[in-house]
């Protein structure tokens, strides 16, 4: 069984910054086999992807509206996603949660993942 558990949120000023890390466990988890993504939901409001990458890291996908501002990285060592948030803005205050599956389908379809954490609270003030 894989468990995904998210940390690094917070509350942020509009222009800061906040870096998500997202950890594995498993005891037959072999992280480096996992597409990881992260994906963000506001009350309300439709599970949006944010950005994904690839099992070697050397495939990456972003949403438009984050693509300059998020950068997403995995240690396949340590068995952690991360990703890093620059120039926060109100609009990206939701809960996010990080993704895995050993299937690779369409990583930016919240349908295509089949592990998910609980979840962290990000918050940006104006």
């Known amino acids: 069984q894989v468990m995904l558990v998210e940390s690094g949120g917070g509350l942020v000023q509009a222009g800061g910054s906040l870096r998500l890390s997202c950890a594995a466990t498993g005891r037959t988890f072999t992280f480096s086999t996992y597409l990881m993504g992260w994906f963000r939901q506001a009350p309300g409001k439709e599970r949006e992807f944010v950005a994904a990458i690839g099992q070697s890291g050397g495939s990456l996908w972003y949403a438009d509206s984050v693509k300059r501002r998020f950068t997403i990285s995995r240690d396949n060592a340590k068995k952690t996603v991360s990703l890093q948030m620059m120039n926060l803005k109100p609009e990206d205050t939701a809960v996010y949660y990080c993704?895995?599956?050993?299937?690779?389908?369409?990583?930016?379809?919240?349908?295509?993942?089949?592990?998910w954490g609980q979840g962290t609270q990000v918050t940006v003030s104006s």
């Open positions: 993704a895995a599956v050993v299937l690779s389908g369409d990583p930016r379809m919240a349908d295509t993942y089949n592990y």
